[in-house]
């Protein structure tokens, strides 16, 4: 069975350009989360999915940010326009059944870089 | 609030050594508590889990017990090998929501 995938693995973009990240969870996994992780430190919560809808937003830096479940399979993340600030390592991880219950199994992440 | 405080690394040592790492948390409820892994090039795997107070997760010979009178989650390993080189993470997961709080991770180099 496929894992969770991600694309790409690195991105290099200069400040106000614009990227689109995208994550591909387990097949069948109804929820899909999004996380951060800034140059040493902690992996931050961005979005959780269940299915096409947003459950919790509460993580999105501001609203450079948009992301999308579209169908409830894969998800993208756009960061219009890009700061210096958004650098990082970008995760996705997805879960099946209810989310307290179930691991998260997490992509290889994509590495962005704002110059 | 929710929150982790992982011991900070990198932590080096020797093969067969013992190991710990620190893990503490803040939190509402009863959380469950995690240990991740991320060796070099790859994702974050889960190591091991515990779902409520005295439950001991276990995996690969590493194991962590859910404290809940010192809110702690310290991992241990009897005898590190070169090939447990990596970052690790601790994280729990609140009583409510299906989100991650994760501490800053700690870098682990072993040496032949």
Known sequence: ?115 | GNSVTQMEGPVTLSEEAFLTINCTYTATGYPSLFWYVQYPGEGLQLLLKATKADDKGSNKGFEATYRKETTSFHLEKGSVQVSDSAVYFCALRGSTLGRLYFGRGTQLTVWP
């Open chain 1, 1 to 115: 069975e496929a894992g969770v995938t991600q694309f790409p693995s690195h991105s290099v973009i200069e400040k106000g350009q614009t990227v689109t990240l995208r994550c591909d969870p387990i097949s069948g996994h109804d929820n899909l989360y999004w996380y951060r992780r800034v140059m040493g430190k902690e992996i931050k919560f961005l979005l959780h999915f269940v299915k096409e809808s947003k459950q919790d937003e509460s993580g999105m830096p501001n609203n450079r940010f948009l992301a999308e479940r579209t169908g409830g399979t894969y998800s993208t993340l756009k960061v219009q326009p890009a700061e210096l600030e958004d650098s990082g390592v970008y995760f996705c991880a997805s879960s099946q059944g209810g989310p307290r219950q179930e691991t998260q199994y997490f992509g290889p992440g994509t590495r962005l870089l704002v110059l």
